[in-house]
Protein backbone atom coordinates (compact mmCIF):
# COMPACT_ATOMS: atom_id res chain seq x y z
CA UNK A 1 0.00 0.00 0.00
CA UNK A 2 1.25 3.42 -0.58
CA UNK A 3 2.75 5.54 2.10
CA UNK A 4 4.06 8.92 2.85
CA UNK A 5 7.65 8.24 3.88
CA UNK A 6 9.92 10.64 5.92
CA UNK A 7 13.26 11.33 6.52
CA UNK A 8 15.36 11.78 8.59
CA UNK A 9 12.97 9.95 11.95
CA UNK A 10 15.12 11.54 14.15
CA UNK A 11 17.28 14.65 14.47
CA UNK A 12 18.97 16.46 17.08
CA UNK A 13 20.79 19.58 16.28
CA UNK A 14 22.02 22.87 18.17
CA UNK A 15 20.37 25.95 18.42
CA UNK A 16 20.43 28.29 15.75
CA UNK A 17 21.53 25.45 13.05
CA UNK A 18 19.49 25.11 9.96
CA UNK A 19 17.48 21.86 9.40
CA UNK A 20 16.02 20.27 6.60
CA UNK A 21 12.94 17.67 7.05
CA UNK A 22 11.88 16.04 3.82
CA UNK A 23 9.00 13.93 3.18
CA UNK A 24 8.04 11.55 0.06
CA UNK A 25 4.69 11.84 -0.53
CA UNK A 26 2.27 9.35 -1.78
CA UNK A 27 2.63 9.78 -5.92
CA UNK A 28 -0.60 10.61 -7.40
CA UNK A 29 -1.24 12.90 -4.38
CA UNK A 30 -1.61 16.80 -5.21
CA UNK A 31 -1.89 17.96 -1.98
CA UNK A 32 0.77 18.68 1.02
CA UNK A 33 1.30 19.38 4.65
CA UNK A 34 3.29 19.59 7.28
CA UNK A 35 1.90 19.58 10.64
CA UNK A 36 3.83 18.99 14.61
CA UNK A 37 3.35 17.73 17.42
CA UNK A 38 5.04 19.17 20.49
CA UNK A 39 5.72 16.12 23.16
CA UNK A 40 2.39 15.30 24.73
CA UNK A 41 0.60 17.90 22.97
CA UNK A 42 -2.07 18.41 20.12
CA UNK A 43 -0.68 18.00 16.22
CA UNK A 44 -0.93 21.48 14.72
CA UNK A 45 -1.40 22.51 11.40
CA UNK A 46 2.21 24.21 10.20
CA UNK A 47 1.19 24.63 6.17
CA UNK A 48 -0.36 23.21 3.12
CA UNK A 49 0.59 23.71 -0.16
CA UNK A 50 -0.64 22.74 -3.50
CA UNK A 51 0.12 23.64 -6.98
CA UNK A 52 3.78 24.61 -6.30
CA UNK A 53 2.37 27.27 -3.34
CA UNK A 54 1.70 27.22 -0.43
CA UNK A 55 -1.93 27.43 -0.07
CA UNK A 56 -2.63 28.08 3.99
CA UNK A 57 -0.76 28.71 6.72
CA UNK A 58 -0.66 29.00 10.18
CA UNK A 59 0.70 31.62 12.75
CA UNK A 60 3.07 28.91 13.92
CA UNK A 61 4.73 28.99 10.19
CA UNK A 62 6.84 32.34 10.26
CA UNK A 63 9.45 33.56 8.08
CA UNK A 64 12.22 30.90 9.78
CA UNK A 65 10.28 27.92 8.19
CA UNK A 66 10.08 27.21 4.17
CA UNK A 67 8.31 24.69 2.48
CA UNK A 68 9.44 23.49 -1.16
CA UNK A 69 8.41 20.77 -3.54
CA UNK A 70 12.37 20.49 -5.82
CA UNK A 71 11.85 17.67 -8.12
CA UNK A 72 7.94 16.86 -8.17
CA UNK A 73 8.87 14.34 -5.59
CA UNK A 74 10.10 15.28 -2.41
CA UNK A 75 8.67 18.03 0.05
CA UNK A 76 10.90 19.45 2.47
CA UNK A 77 10.25 21.93 5.34
CA UNK A 78 13.26 23.96 6.21
CA UNK A 79 13.90 25.61 9.35
CA UNK A 80 16.46 28.39 9.37
CA UNK A 81 17.17 29.47 12.61
CA UNK A 82 15.83 26.32 15.63
CA UNK A 83 14.93 27.25 18.58
CA UNK A 84 14.86 25.52 21.57
CA UNK A 85 10.98 25.40 21.09
CA UNK A 86 10.92 23.97 17.96
CA UNK A 87 11.58 20.27 18.96
CA UNK A 88 8.83 18.38 18.18
CA UNK A 89 7.47 15.70 16.16
CA UNK A 90 7.06 16.87 12.75
CA UNK A 91 4.27 15.03 10.55
CA UNK A 92 4.32 15.22 7.15
CA UNK A 93 0.92 14.42 5.03
CA UNK A 94 -0.46 14.44 2.09
CA UNK A 95 -4.02 14.08 -0.03
CA UNK A 96 -5.45 13.21 -3.31
CA UNK A 97 -8.39 15.84 -3.21
CA UNK A 98 -10.65 13.61 -5.15
CA UNK A 99 -11.98 11.29 -1.87
CA UNK A 100 -15.09 12.46 -0.60
CA UNK A 101 -13.56 12.76 2.93
CA UNK A 102 -10.58 14.28 2.05
CA UNK A 103 -8.54 12.43 4.66
CA UNK A 104 -5.03 13.34 5.03
CA UNK A 105 -2.10 10.02 5.14
CA UNK A 106 0.07 10.86 7.45
CA UNK A 107 4.07 9.74 7.33
CA UNK A 108 5.52 7.91 10.31
CA UNK A 109 7.18 11.51 11.65
CA UNK A 110 10.83 13.22 12.14
CA UNK A 111 11.71 13.92 15.90
CA UNK A 112 13.10 16.73 16.12
CA UNK A 113 15.43 17.96 19.39
CA UNK A 114 17.08 21.23 19.47
CA UNK A 115 19.33 21.47 22.03
CA UNK B 1 -12.72 29.93 14.71
CA UNK B 2 -12.81 25.87 14.48
CA UNK B 3 -12.23 24.15 17.69
CA UNK B 4 -12.11 20.26 18.53
CA UNK B 5 -12.70 19.28 22.41
CA UNK B 6 -11.77 16.02 23.81
CA UNK B 7 -12.41 15.83 27.45
CA UNK B 8 -10.79 11.90 28.19
CA UNK B 9 -7.15 12.26 28.77
CA UNK B 10 -7.56 8.36 29.11
CA UNK B 11 -9.42 5.65 29.39
CA UNK B 12 -8.81 2.34 30.60
CA UNK B 13 -11.05 -0.57 29.00
CA UNK B 14 -10.87 -4.69 29.69
CA UNK B 15 -9.84 -6.35 26.59
CA UNK B 16 -13.56 -6.87 24.14
CA UNK B 17 -15.87 -4.28 25.88
CA UNK B 18 -16.91 -1.65 23.47
CA UNK B 19 -15.55 1.97 24.32
CA UNK B 20 -17.00 5.26 23.38
CA UNK B 21 -14.41 8.34 23.24
CA UNK B 22 -15.78 11.79 23.30
CA UNK B 23 -15.47 14.37 21.04
CA UNK B 24 -17.06 17.67 20.90
CA UNK B 25 -16.34 20.36 17.78
CA UNK B 26 -17.44 24.27 17.03
CA UNK B 27 -17.88 25.84 14.08
CA UNK B 28 -20.03 28.17 12.51
CA UNK B 29 -19.63 26.40 9.11
CA UNK B 30 -22.60 24.60 8.18
CA UNK B 31 -20.24 22.72 5.94
CA UNK B 32 -17.44 20.50 7.65
CA UNK B 33 -16.28 17.24 7.72
CA UNK B 34 -14.97 15.17 11.16
CA UNK B 35 -12.05 12.41 11.31
CA UNK B 36 -10.85 10.22 13.90
CA UNK B 37 -6.81 8.96 13.54
CA UNK B 38 -4.98 6.54 15.55
CA UNK B 39 -1.72 7.00 16.72
CA UNK B 40 0.25 4.22 18.42
CA UNK B 41 3.34 4.55 20.44
CA UNK B 42 5.41 3.99 16.99
CA UNK B 43 3.93 7.59 16.26
CA UNK B 44 2.70 7.41 12.97
CA UNK B 45 -0.88 8.60 12.89
CA UNK B 46 -3.80 6.01 10.93
CA UNK B 47 -6.86 7.78 9.28
CA UNK B 48 -9.69 5.53 11.02
CA UNK B 49 -13.54 7.37 9.97
CA UNK B 50 -14.70 10.01 8.18
CA UNK B 51 -18.17 11.86 8.88
CA UNK B 52 -19.60 14.26 6.59
CA UNK B 53 -21.94 17.17 8.57
CA UNK B 54 -24.76 16.73 5.76
CA UNK B 55 -23.91 12.69 6.31
CA UNK B 56 -27.57 11.31 7.03
CA UNK B 57 -26.24 7.77 8.99
CA UNK B 58 -23.37 7.73 10.97
CA UNK B 59 -20.21 6.16 9.05
CA UNK B 60 -19.27 2.73 10.37
CA UNK B 61 -15.59 1.10 9.68
CA UNK B 62 -15.51 -2.09 10.90
CA UNK B 63 -15.32 -2.36 14.43
CA UNK B 64 -15.12 1.71 14.75
CA UNK B 65 -18.01 3.68 14.34
CA UNK B 66 -19.07 7.22 14.91
CA UNK B 67 -22.10 8.02 16.87
CA UNK B 68 -22.70 11.53 14.98
CA UNK B 69 -24.69 13.90 16.53
CA UNK B 70 -24.96 17.03 15.08
CA UNK B 71 -27.41 19.34 17.39
CA UNK B 72 -25.11 18.34 20.47
CA UNK B 73 -22.15 19.02 17.98
CA UNK B 74 -20.27 15.76 18.98
CA UNK B 75 -19.08 12.93 17.11
CA UNK B 76 -17.73 10.39 19.43
CA UNK B 77 -15.86 7.23 17.66
CA UNK B 78 -17.63 4.06 19.32
CA UNK B 79 -14.95 1.11 19.34
CA UNK B 80 -16.69 -2.48 19.45
CA UNK B 81 -14.87 -5.75 21.16
CA UNK B 82 -11.94 -3.70 21.93
CA UNK B 83 -8.86 -5.65 21.34
CA UNK B 84 -4.61 -5.27 23.14
CA UNK B 85 -3.82 -3.47 19.52
CA UNK B 86 -6.29 -0.98 19.93
CA UNK B 87 -4.10 0.64 23.01
CA UNK B 88 -3.07 3.98 21.17
CA UNK B 89 -3.65 7.88 21.46
CA UNK B 90 -6.41 8.87 19.57
CA UNK B 91 -7.16 12.23 17.86
CA UNK B 92 -10.23 13.81 16.31
CA UNK B 93 -9.85 16.38 14.34
CA UNK B 94 -11.95 18.36 11.76
CA UNK B 95 -11.89 20.09 8.55
CA UNK B 96 -14.48 23.86 8.10
CA UNK B 97 -14.77 24.49 5.86
CA UNK B 98 -15.24 21.52 3.95
CA UNK B 99 -12.88 22.78 1.31
CA UNK B 100 -10.54 24.28 3.94
CA UNK B 101 -6.42 22.62 3.96
CA UNK B 102 -6.18 22.14 7.78
CA UNK B 103 -7.16 20.05 10.05
CA UNK B 104 -8.01 20.83 13.72
CA UNK B 105 -7.10 18.59 15.85
CA UNK B 106 -8.30 17.85 20.01
CA UNK B 107 -5.76 17.30 22.25
CA UNK B 108 -6.78 13.38 22.03
CA UNK B 109 -7.10 10.68 24.38
CA UNK B 110 -4.72 8.08 25.64
CA UNK B 111 -6.44 4.23 25.75
CA UNK B 112 -5.35 1.71 27.39
CA UNK B 113 -6.67 -1.92 26.59
CA UNK B 114 -6.20 -4.20 29.71
CA UNK B 115 -6.14 -7.91 28.91
Redesign the interface.
Known amino acids: EPEVTQTPSHQVTQMGQEVILRCVPISNHL?F?W?RQILG?????LV?F?NNEI??K?EIFDDQFSVERPDGSNFTLKIRSTKLEDSA?Y?C?SSDGTR??????????S?LTVL | AQKITQTQPGMFVQEKEAVTLDCTYDTSDPSYGLFWYKQPSSGEMIFLIYQGSYDQQNATEGRYSLNFQKARKSANLVISASQLGDSAMYFCAMRAPWGAQKLVFGQGTRLTINP
Not at chain 1, 41 to 45: D, N, R, S
Not at chain 1, 100 to 109: D, P, V
Open positions: YYYQKVEFSYSESMFARSGELFFGEGR
